[in-house]
């Protein structure tokens, strides 16, 4: 089975200040479409998962541009341009190309 | 607007069975797989189980292989899952969470497997 691994696993950040989190897969994630199916959710405290970010860098639906994200493999990346106190919470990325679905350890965002 | 409302969670003893419903509105059902994904307590977010969304085809997480069934209604656009020989392991939230890339999450339903 793939495994996503994420880093750092606690990120604290003053407001306005950009955040990064990694997302490392133990096999590339190329499909054999030529797509990546590398997707980031985000996990406010007490509430269910939302996606973000589909197939590396496609935002969905009402996410601000503040976030992006970038990478391609095995080596991806979830970037907060300037982070809001409404940024608090998990962040995962997860795969989809390979079988089954893996998701990273999560991210936990704070603000400093 | 989207609406995915799972409910049938609860306290079950260790070894019993417990069903899962997610309801879903708001989407054209019948043309989504559709997942199960859990949360145990403080943890992280596990992918257990998809159906296709003609319900042709199933797959689902080793840990719960089976034990566990996923079954859906296109008619009642309803989406279920059976769980067997519960154990501790099995305490989570259960999210029904649509398509393959998991687009959209319900609130999710606790199950606690406990005596």
């Known amino acids: 089975d793939v495994v996503m691994t994420q880093s750092p696993l606690s990120l604290p950040v003053t407001l306005g200040q950009p955040a990064s989190i990694s997302c490392r897969s133990s096999?590339?994630?190329?499909?054999?479409?030529?797509?990546?199916?590398l997707n980031w959710f985000q996990q406010r405290p007490g509430q269910s998962p939302r996606r973000l970010i589909y197939?590396?860098?496609n935002r969905d639906s009402g996410v601000p541009d503040r976030f992006s994200g970038s990478g391609s493999g095995t080596d991806f990346t979830l970037k907060i341009s300037r982070v809001e106190a409404d940024d608090v919470g998990f962040y995962y990325c997860?795969?989809?190309?390979?079988?089954?679905?893996?998701f990273g350890q999560g991210t936990k965002l704070e603000i400093k | 607007e989207v609406q995915l409302a799972e409910s049938g969670g609860g306290l079950v003893q260790p070894g019993g069975s417990l069903r899962l419903s997610c309801a879903a509105s708001?989407?054209?059902?019948?043309?989504?797989?559709m997942n199960w994904v859990r949360q145990a307590p403080g943890e992280g977010l596990v992918w257990v189980s998809r159906?296709?969304?003609?319900?042709?085809?199933?797959s689902y997480a080793d840990s719960v292989k089976g034990r566990f069934t996923i079954s859906r209604d296109n008619a009642t656009n309803t989406l279920y899952l059976q769980m067997n020989s519960l154990t501790a392991e099995d305490t989570a939230v259960y999210y029904c969470?649509?398509?393959?890339?998991?687009?959209?999450w319900g609130q999710g339903t606790l199950v606690t497997v406990s005596s």
């Open positions: 096999q590339s994630l190329v499909y054999s479409d030529g797509n990546t199916y």
């Open positions: 159906i296709k969304n003609d319900g042709s085809g199933t």
């Open positions: 997860m795969q989809a190309t390979h079988w089954p679905p893996a």
């Open positions: 197939k590396v860098s």
């Open positions: 708001g989407i054209t059902f019948k043309t989504y797989y």
């Open positions: 969470v649509r398509d393959a890339s998991l687009g959209y």
